[in-house]
């Protein structure tokens, strides 16, 4: 509602969407579905520690259900979507598919907020009270996140029982988790393997990222774009709205003065962002909803 008062009221501002190059756009919807299909590794994966095999087109399709849930529904909901799923087809115990999850938070954070403090770095220049905030930020994620990544709970402690019997239900899945951590954490050509795709995924972002503010014939440092692809790979794991709408925008905009850009030129791409990734997503959705239904004629 307030960026749409804005748009309204600010109009002009906004001419450069006009000529946008139509043809890196086409390149951003490929980046989109490559980004999807990294992130559908990421699940096949994390899922064989628990002795669960998924092909590539599934996994893709998996990692397709949390994008369509992330984008059309509030509160992260395709993590939710993408748990049921595992669970009816299967068999994944909620408990293992938070322990997946959990894998995949703390490699995420660990490796963009390592890419964010790099970016921070190469930024140094850039004294002011937002740039020391985002310091502190990505200093403290990812300290937090090196720490949980190393971690192994010992096995003793997961199998303590709790005496109210609600309480108990929700600790054994909590201590499920734990333990499915435990397997992923042991298996140190795993997290290489979850690591790098993690970094694949991040190069993807870059590429989105790039390809839009090219295509709307501005420029940007690297230095910069390493900033503006962290808070946008980030900013998904503050997901309150459909879409992630106005948190990611907001994150931008505080960031604004070290990235360089102005505002309508950050609601620019964030209008790319969303258009072309709305296109991607409801194609990708009809195709395969498509398949499903031939496939069960």
Known sequence: MVFAVYFFLNIHKFKILLHANLYLLVVIVLF??????????FVKFSLRPFRKHISTVESTYVALISSVGNFFAPVGSGFGFRAVYLKKRHGLAY????????????IVFLVNSFFGLLALYLLRAHHSNEFFVLVMVFGGVFLVSLLLSLI????HLLERDIKNKY???LAK??????DGWNGIVANRLLMIQLILLVMVNFLFSLLVAKTEIVALHLTISFPALLLFSVLGSLSLFVSVTPANLGVK???????STVIGFSVPQILSIALIDRGVLFVVLVVLWAATSRLKL????
């Open 95 to 106: 408990g293992d598919y938070m322990a997946t999850l959990y894998g995949n938070y703390i």
């Open 32 to 41: 989109d579905f490559l980004n999807i299909a990294s992130n559908g590794l």
């Open 294 to 297: 031939a496939k069960i004629r």
């Open 249 to 255: 925008e907001a994150i931008y905009l505080f960031s």
């Open 167 to 169: 309480m108990n239900k």
């Open 152 to 155: 192994k709970v010992p096995s």
């Open 173 to 178: 899945i909590f201590f499920q988790m734990l």
